[in-house]
């Protein structure tokens, strides 16, 4: 396949990068500032684009099997702003729909996973004030897909409620909107194991026109 990655150098682009080469895909990874980084730190070719911008989507999108936005909602080192997931999305939408692209997949967040019928994680007292903005984005965004992306081939894909650099196993369970957790009650995967789960879906699709979620 030929996958366009944007976000192709965050925590979650970078290990998707990876795991697309090391089965043998054809990557072009998407970023605002491609001159911010040596060739030596990312293995594939960066070209400009905007995840908001739907002609910059079409342009870059144009030709691939396969399109994954792994953008970021939270500030950043270089100063960039913080892109909007709403306008990411419906960028996405239309630019793929412009270049003739049907397969999206989106990197989503857990927030809007349920821990009871009707009540999502982010509905928790306890969930941290700080991430209150991001999940009603990404909320946001997940609606977006469900009602505004007809005739597109997506898929939203949720990491547990934990996600951090470690080992990549090609183990995880999954999930559709209920939040997954271990036995100990704890909602975790690592970064590499959500990568192999994009891949995963890419190659095998199971969860077309639908939300799912990846934990242990």
């Known amino acids: ?6 976000g192709a ?32 730190d990312i ?10 911008n739907a002609d910059d989507v079409a342009r870059v999108a144009r030709g691939a099997d396969a399109v994954v936005s792994a953008i970021s909602p939270r500030p950043n080192a270089r100063g960039l702003p ?10 996405l939408i239309k630019g793929l729909r412009d270049a003739k692209v049907k397969r999206a997949l989106y ?21 941290p004030e700080a991430y209150r903005e991001e999940a ?8 977006i897909w469900r009602n505004e992306a007809s005739g597109l081939d997506w898929t939203y894909l ?13 183990k995880y369970r999954t999930t559709d909107d209920k939040l997954l957790t271990d036995s ?10 959500y990568a192999a789960a994009v891949l995963d879906e890419l190659e095998h699709p199971k969860h077309v026109a639908k939300r799912f979620g990846v934990a242990y």
Do not use: C, W, Y
């Open 1 to 6: 396949m030929k996958l366009v990655v944007f």
């Open 9 to 40: 150098t965050g925590n979650v682009g970078q290990r998707v990068v990876s795991e697309a080469l090391s089965r043998g895909h054809e990557v072009v990874g998407v970023v605002r500032d491609p001159e911010a980084f040596q060739s030596s």
């Open 43 to 52: 293995p594939v070719r960066l070209v400009k684009g905007d995840a908001t």
């Open 82 to 91: 913080v892109p909007s997931l709403a306008a990411n999305s419906r960028a």
């Open 107 to 127: 990197v989503g967040g857990a927030s809007s996973l349920e821990v009871a019928p009707g009540k999502a994680l982010a509905d928790m007292p306890d969930f």
């Open 136 to 143: 009603r984005e990404g909320r946001e965004a997940l609606g």
């Open 158 to 170: 949720s990491p547990a409620a934990e996600i951090a650099p470690g080992a990549r196993t090609g």
């Open 184 to 193: 100990d009650g704890r909602s975790f995967i690592t970064f590499e194991d």
